[in-house]
């Protein structure tokens, strides 16, 4: 069986039992999911210094790791380290932004983000503009309030971005709307049930790429 590893740029392990649940739950049989997580960040990455500092540490975590396994998710909403760790490493990297925003801009649909952190708005934006996708994104939507203590409560956050999405929808005219980050992949795996229009949740489109990756039928960014 092949085997990937699941990197948490961010320090709070309880997520990274979250993301690495979602990516079991979301992988072909012959694939098992195993997780690392930074120790020198934030509990939840939200600022662009946070973002740029967390590279550092998934480039380590990714090369100690490259030789056990077939494959490296980097999951967190930014892609922090992500072009840099491919070149050092022989196996498929993916990161979540890039996956979910090529999945959500398929066949040329317009998407929006919903998620907790304003700070890291220009860098979603950026990440769009990077992936050749500029021109079908229609923006980003953002719940209120504190973005930690909200991924802290689970029912408001998806309500909170149950909200941020409608809006996307029905405001700005999204196709598709991704849920941005990887703290809040319950809540996208949620909020995909309750909308007729579809949600992109980040680590279930991060399985897939790597899945195609790995088969040699599409190749990195």
Partial sequence: ????LLINPNSSHETTVMMVEIARANSPDDLSIIGATAKRAPRMIVTPEQLAGAAAEVIEIGRREAATVSGIVIGAFGDPGLQALRKEVAVPVVGLCEASM???????RRFGVATVTPDLAAAIEGRAHDLGVRALYTGIRLTNGDPVALAADATRLE???????????EIDRAEAVIIGGGPLGQAAIGLAKLFARPIVAPIPAAIRQLGRMMRGSCSAV
């Fill in 102 to 108: 090529l999945e959500a801009a398929a066949g040329g």
């Fill in 1 to 4: 069986m092949k085997q990937a």
């Fill in 159 to 169: 309500e909170s971005l149950g909200k941020a999405a409608a809006e996307c929808f």
